[in-house]
């Protein structure tokens, strides 16, 4: 938002020293946005699973917030900033979208289902090699229609990005790569601050107040809690699980959180000190399952029937397992899980589910 667009927004509504959920929502709304998502997502108790992790009734009441469930091509947390990142995509008025991303995206397929939505060409620069057999994330990239190509490391696929735009240009095509739009940390901050908004009201509509998120994190969507947390002051701690080891996750959200409170005419500023992020849950490495995350994965599919996948959400739910284990939550508190996606990793690793006993 423009400095001239956040002096128009609404003067601010306290609430008790705190600003209003409506007061933010009218300032994100001033961030340029298409409407892709299905939200609000469901909040769910998982009562069943809180009582296999204490079997004695003493723990926390766990609430899976679907963030799966948003709508389009099994959904996941991408679609919520794929409302603001395409809006900006579309004032270049493309035809196409070209993006460069991982063999098996969650974010590359979501991209997939919102250009459809829109009525735009997708091109996707996979960095890897295309499998013998092609599952999960990839499986459904085709199935949407995408034009699919593969990368050998970061420097090919970013030369097949500018090549194939060329290509498109030269044929007539007006191409947007979005790999060059500057919105993709903000838009997750920006989605995940209203997410947190949504889990708020649902639960305050049953009197009912978090102690503690936790959600799969690399930092983008955690930035948006951090700040709703400072915003709303509302006394709930955040658990980032990160799934990779590839960066310092707490200094990336905190980065983030800040460039969204200068984006929004916030006066807030966050220390990677104020962020909460585990990495003891990455296993091996990224996207490799780990015994932990797919015991998770299991326990959330047999007592609440709800699929997790093993590369990000599974490793996050052993975390809040692991903590809900040590005993780090008294009985009744409220402990949010925010489901991120992530599904078709499931028969991507297919051989993992079929043990009956584990
Ligand atoms: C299922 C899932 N959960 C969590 C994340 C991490 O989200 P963020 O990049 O907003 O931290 C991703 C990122 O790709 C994801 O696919």
Redesign the pocket.
Known sequence: MTEAAAAQAPAQQKTGGKPSYDWIRARIAQVPRVKIAITPTPLIEAPNLAKHLVPSGDGPRIFVKRDDLTGVAFG???LRNLEFRLAKTMEDKPDTVIVGLDLQ???ARQTVGACNKLGLRTILVLEGQRPAEVQGNLLVDYLLGAEVHFARDRADQRRLLDELAAKVKAAGGRPHILNDNPMFDVA?ALAYIETTIEVLEQLEAENLKPSCFYM???????AGIVLAQRLFNAGFAMHGVT?TSEFDVPSRTADIANQTARTLGLDIVVKPSDVVNFEGFVGERYGVPSEAGNEAVRLFARHEGIVL?PV??GKCAAGMIAHVREGRFKKGEIVVFVH???MPAIFTWNKLWLDQTA
């Not at 799969?216 to 955690?222: E, L």
Request: a positive charge.
């Open positions: 996941g947390n991408k995206s969650n974010s997750s799969s994190s690399s930092g983008k969507g955690q799934a996948d990000y959400t991120t996606g992530g």
